[in-house]
Nanobody, 125 residues
């Protein structure tokens, strides 16, 4: 049974940092991309970043580049999202996902097969 378990969310002041973790289990993810998405109340799920598990290639939402780093620890089957200079508009539930999207579709939620339960990130002003 595939499981993606996120952790690391919480309440942080604007300008602060958080590191989210996604522990993956239940199958081999070597051919998968591991993505982070977020969803704020009343808004659609939004792409944040993704990383190829084997290649290590990374892609970021244009609006978030420079403040985020996605990386993985293959030995721990864990993907991380380091977020710096957080803003109140970053407040959302952050989800980890695994899928095999085509290159042009790495930001499309429907192209990811497995999802975690989400972790809340709240940034206060």
């Amino acid at each position: 049974q595939v499981q993606l378990v996120e952790s690391g969310g919480g309440l942080v002041q604007a300008g602060g940092s958080l590191r989210l973790s996604c522990a993956a289990s239940g199958r081999t993810f070597s051919s998968y991309a591991m993505g982070w998405f977020r969803q704020a109340p009343g808004k659609e799920r939004e792409f944040v970043a993704t990383i190829g598990w084997s290649s290590g290639s990374t892609y970021y939402a244009d609006s978030l580049k420079g403040r985020l780093t996605i990386y993985r620890d293959s030995a721990k089957y864990t993907v991380y999202l380091q977020m710096n200079s957080l803003k109140p508009e970053d407040t959302a539930v952050y989800y980890c996902a695994a899928g095999r999207p085509y290159y042009s579709e790495y930001s499309v939620p429907a192209r990811y097969d497995y999802w975690g339960q989400g972790t809340q990130v709240t940034v206060s002003s």
